[in-house]
């Protein structure tokens, strides 16, 4: 009975123990898993960063270089007469010296690149208001400098912060899984958080030192602004004195000087003086080497100035052409000059002149009869002479009109009808783009009337009613739609009774009866009897 009592506790102890055993495994494989979940989601997050990219590129360096110096040991006791063997060896050499060429900035440390401060640049002393904008431009540049540089240190400690806790997780499972390839990157980890510690205390080092760099040159830039600002500040407050000087001489001279030719001559005078005096002012205090400009000034003479003043205008013309935009290559222009229009393209503009090419329009059909020169444009004509410009400001569409002369009997209404119907239908596309177009242009210029639907207007002429119609149409296509238009409305007239066209007309009678049988009333036409 006592053997049997024995047995059965016996069981059941081991029974207990065999489930404890199966529980502790479960929650180990468990614990393991939740580990390597884990240990996975910071291997993702640590995935592309560029310092554990430079510092994968270093450890690849350091294996490379390690495995050429065992090819190249291999290769020393390879005997001679085994070619192959060697053959296979020296590809093999000339392929990792290859890659180690390409990773040759990695061989002595993996952040060098990354933790060195910007270079700050020494900016010259600044000197006049110009160079302002220059300072303000250095000092933005410093902040962003440092404030990128700064971002690049946080970002090193937050890497530290992550491979901390992946060293931890590791650290676990080697304690849960006694597997080799787990210590074996433990200790890997451990080296490379080695590596990025020392990086961040150089970098924090550098940093410091690199602050307050920056710091000083900020301050330098700061003080010569302030510096500037007050110069300029002093100069503005003396100009303001010599203007209202200027305009008080001139109000005592209108009080005391009656003669308006010596009134005249004073206040030349006086503007002659105001001008010099703020001319001197201004070169004294921003040119350093006044003698200097004084010398270059003394060889240029009156007479060159004079000769060469179309020039010096078409440079200041093309300064205005290019910064005012207001002509462009490839916009189409008029020019005028003594009398003569010029139609054409703007196909380039240099310091001097504008070239054009004329092409076939309304204005070479009606005045020119010529197409297709090279005509040349000084820039200095935008200052003189008038120039239209077809399409400006993306306008790449104009007003164009038909006119035509109806006898006065014939139904007026009906015919601006039909016209208005046939200029609709072939101007819709253009009416449509000029609306786009022109609620741009409105934001720029203040245009009273920004209708471009088709008008069409009726006008009372010596020889009968003249109808006008106007629409848009193509800037560089203008004669296309006008004869497709005006073919249009001629056929249209042609095939109603009750509009006729007047133009001048003779009649000539050989014979007084034949005269007085036939004749009748003609409007818009002129008899001659013979």
Not at 53 to 67: G, I, M, P
Not at 280 to 304: D, K, M, Q, R
Not at 328 to 348: A, L, S
């Amino acid at each position: 009975m006592k053997k049997l009592l024995v047995s059965l506790v016996f069981c059941l102890f081991a029974f207990g123990a065999n489930e404890v055993a199966q529980d502790y495994n479960s929650t180990k494989e468990a614990a393991l898993l939740d580990l390597r979940t884990a240990l996975t989601s910071i291997d993702e997050q640590l995935s592309g960063n560029i310092w554990i990219t430079r510092y994968s590129n270093y450890n690849t360096f350091q294996k490379l270089t390690a495995e050429l110096a065992e090819v190249e040991a291999n290769l020393k006791k390879v005997p001679k007469s085994n070619s192959e063997k060697m053959l296979e060896l020296q590809k093999k050499q000339n392929t990792l010296r290859e890659q180690i060429e390409l990773l040759k900035e990695f061989e002595k440390a993996p952040f060098s690149s990354m933790i060195t401060a910007p270079e700050i640049e020494n900016l010259q002393k600044i000197t006049n208001p110009v160079a302002v904008i220059s300072g303000f431009s250095y000092i933005k540049q410093l902040r962003s400098e440092k404030d990128e540089y700064k971002e690049r240190l946080t970002g090193l400690d937050k890497i530290i912060t992550e491979l901390n806790k992946k060293e931890e997780i590791l650290s676990n499972i080697v304690r849960l899984n006694d597997d080799e390839k787990f210590k074996s990157d433990l200790i890997e980890l451990r080296q490379e958080i080695v590596e990025f510690n020392a990086a961040r205390d150089i970098a924090q080092t550098t940093y410091s030192v690199y602050e307050k760099r920056v710091s000083e040159a900020m301050d330098r830039a700061s003080e010569d602004i302030k510096a500037q600002a007050v110069k300029a500040l002093n100069i503005a407050i003396l100009l303001v004195i010599i203007i209202v000087l200027s305009f008080l001489f001139k109000f005592i001279t209108k009080k005391t000087i009656a003669d308006n030719e010596r009134l005249y001559t004073a206040n030349k005078f006086i503007n002659l003086v105001n001008i010099t005096l703020v001319i001197v002012i201004l070169l004294f205090a921003y040119i350093e080497n006044v003698t200097y400009l004084v010398t270059v000034l003394g060889f240029a003479s009156a007479g060159i100035a004079i000769a060469m003043k179309d020039m010096f205008m078409s440079m200041l013309g093309w300064t205005v052409i290019v910064f005012g935009g207001s002509f462009h290559v490839g916009d189409r222009i008029k020019v005028r000059k003594d009398g003569e229009n010029f139609v054409g393209d703007i196909i380039d503009i240099s310091l001097l002149r504008m070239t054009i090419y004329e092409d076939v329009t309304l204005n070479t059909y009606m005045f020119n009869r010529r197409a297709g020169r090279i005509i040349f444009v000084p820039n200095n004509y935008i200052f003189t002479d008038l120039i239209a410009n077809f399409s400006h400001q993306g306008m790449k569409t104009v007003w164009d009109g038909i006119d035509i002369t109806l006898s006065f009997d014939s139904n007026h209404k009906k015919a601006m009808y039909i016209m208005k119907n046939i200029v609709r239908k072939y101007s819709k596309g253009y009416t449509d783009i000029a609306k786009k177009q022109m609620s741009k242009l409105r934001n720029q210029y203040s245009i009273k009337n920004p209708n471009v639907e088709p008008r069409i207007f009726s006008l009372i002429e010596p020889h009968g009613m003249k109808i006008s119609v106007w629409y848009m149409t193509n800037s560089f296509a203008t004669l296309t739609l006008r004869s497709t238009i005006s073919a249009e409305i001629i056929e249209s007239f042609a095939a109603e009774d009750d509009i006729v066209i007047a133009y001048p007309t003779q009649t000539i009678y050989m014979d007084k009866r034949v005269q007085a049988a036939e004749k009748k009333p003609i409007e818009n036409s002129e008899e001659v009897s013979l």
